[in-house]
């Protein structure tokens, strides 16, 4: 399954909240699985970002990045969002193996709309 880089890091806060409802043994180690997954690619989305804003960032006399309001200060601010914007639109596959959660296997759980919404790559409904 192929999914937008995007999609997944938009999805982060909303897994979290998922994973701390008390599902059953196969809903879990689902949503255990995703949240590996998650993880694995929010550090890379992490690096990457670092390593974006490094090189767009203005540098100050002694090579540092300037940082104003506690932001990194780019040199071209529409070039550094096009470049961020073409990483987060890349599509990446989902792990092998990976495995939806039908809404038959949530049973009687109570989940809220927005979360079916914005996890919809793992909650099949």
């Not at 806060?13 to 701390?20: D, S």
């Not at 694995?40 to 690096?47: H, I, K, N, T």
Request: hydrophobic share 45%; aromatic share 8%; glycine share 4%.
């Amino acid at each position: 399954m192929q999914i937008k880089r995007r999609k997944i890091i938009d999805s982060v806060p909303a897994l979290q909240q998922f994973v701390n409802y008390k599902l059953r043994a196969i809903p879990s180690s689902r949503a255990a699985n995703a949240l590996k997954f998650l993880n694995v690619e929010l550090e890379m989305f992490q690096a990457e970002r670092k390593k974006l804003q490094d090189r767009h960032a203005t540098k100050n006399e002694k090579g540092e990045n300037v940082i104003k309001d506690g932001n990194i200060v780019p040199v071209d601010l529409v070039a550094f969002e096009k470049e961020f914007n073409e990483y987060m639109d890349e599509v990446i596959e989902l792990p092998t193996g990976f495995k939806t959660i039908s809404l038959e296997q949530l049973g009687d759980v109570m989940v809220e709309p927005i979360l079916i919404h914005v996890l919809d790559w793992l909650i099949d409904g």
